[in-house]
DNA sequence: CGAGGGGGTGGTATCGATTTCAGTTATCGT
DNA sequence: ACGATAACTGAAATCGATACCACCCCCTCG
């Protein structure tokens, strides 16, 4: 790799010149110093630039999961900003877990001009040393608690989980199980509380054995299933919070056999890219996923050119509902007498 | 931030103890630096250091798409190994774009000590700046035709198309559609003829109406199946070479209303995360997403630790077919009549 | 004709860490 | 007790690009 200052040789002029030419400005030997460059094949160093303009030209995008379809949707958002900006990105997984989180977090210090963050937990700040190095964030999808000066772009997870139980509720449904997320997550926390709140509205008490706890992966959603199914007196419908372990709940009933929507309806929060051609097609809660992206990555730029007075911005994207089939009215409004408990208390 | 010098001063000692303590050596006062270290909340420099260094402990990872299942699941692979190897991990996206890959290439010199790439065209070689400039390169999941000395970690897709077909061939089918991707793509090509080289080993000539070129997108796989249900005398059964394209297949088949596999067998390349819960659950030739991240990023890790005449690495991992209940013997064995072409051919 | 200004120049310090080089201390064997 | 060796030390050069500074040239205007 060549240097400016070989280009300058080459060309009889200071590497002053050359880099003028390199922003742009008038120079006088121009095309003298554009030949050096060609004929030298010469790139600017990135890392030379950044060291003296403290400006890296990346971000870090740190999410729980790529493989997780949502998250790779909103990756996609987030790069194609990016990439007319310019922009370089660093992805990293931390798989909810908040050591990953600090650990990834801390590695990106100097290393970016900004982050775009799914905090894996509500309550623990790891953003602490990246505040202080001066690093812009975003907060996608997710809050943290003790943090309200960060731009963040969420969704109304509470309305939709609403939206979600009041479809359920009008179809009949008195008793609903909720595969509920980690309750220190923003999207757990509030898509549990918006279902209760619907179901509080209806005048109908949560029962806490109705709502299973799952950790946002497809086992616990499989496991969640699997309890509620051997509930003493089960569930007519499933509310999954999220699209993984609305995959393990088909997986699950698909398992035990359960027939969706004639015997249990279930709805989930996120659409899947095959959620039409499943049997039957899911209904679910969607939301712009890519946009989401787009927006955190928008409000980042502006973080990044300086506008630190600017009001912190706090997108809500809606949700709306998708029904398709999977939801059908209680099978005791058809048949007054409660499915067989299909499986036995000893089986997890 | 804090820099070398401020913990020098405090410390009462030189930059150059400073770092010697940094980088693991035997130092008098080195109670003191650390103090001085913590007390300060000293990180080196990652910019100042690759400067000097000329090691960014970086690596690129190109893909097509994030939101493509099987990259997904490749790219955590890469991750997880880069982790361990505490490298970060810039994250592109081709959007199977020459020109796209071209610049997101020309953009990793300098800011990379290694690149993973998944080519975009088997005969559009972008890496020859990266090679000049002496990068190292590991080839996933697609070759480079003017190019063998790259490591690379492929998967056997002729073996898998063969498979597939074979499949469909002993269940009594003649008439296989083929949803294709781009010849001028590694898997395109390869299961392209593991495709034609299972029918003629069966005796049967490919007719060229039968095969439908897609691009590895979700549209062309929708628009390559209305096509096949167009024809004349229709197909019996459709074998898609990749998981996107099989989406757009499923999706064109549930729309029109024909029935798998009682009118027609499909079978996909790639698994899908809800294959086993479609209608009904879908035959794939499944193959190790996630270890073909790993040995790549394990690959690159190789090359870049120096190993630089070591011979050539080029990895193939198997596939296998995961038989469900996507393909069945053929309508006319059972009726004998074809079905209704019921795609007009205005249609498209 | 001389002052002023626009447009351009190159030398040099700088960003922050590493590394070479030329020492300076301790430690040890004899 | 003295020379040799090992164990450390700090000043300064270095990585490659940018930015400040002083300066130069030439044109224009009063």
New binding site residues.
Partial sequence: ?S???EVAKLAG?????V??H??GR????AAAVQASIEALD?R??HV??S???GVTRTIGLVIPDVSNPFFAAAAKGVESVSRQLDLNVFLSNTDESVERERSVLQGLIGRVDGVILVPAREESDNTVALRRAGVPIVLLDRRLRAVDDLDSVLVDSHGGAFMAAEHLLGLGHRRIGLISGPSETTPGRERYDGFVAALEAAGIDVDPALVQMGDFKVESGYQATLRLLGLPMPVTAIFSVNNLMTIGALRALHHVGVRVPDELSVIGFDDLELGELLSPPLSVIARPAVEQGVLAMRLLRNRIQGNWTEERQHIVLDTHLTARSSCAPPPNTRDRHAPANRVSAGAY
Same sequence: chains 1, 2.
């Fill in positions: 790799m240097t400016i200052g002029v200071s590497t002053t010149t880099s003028r390199l922003s008038q120079v006088r030997e010469f600017a160093s030379a630039r060291l003296k303009s």
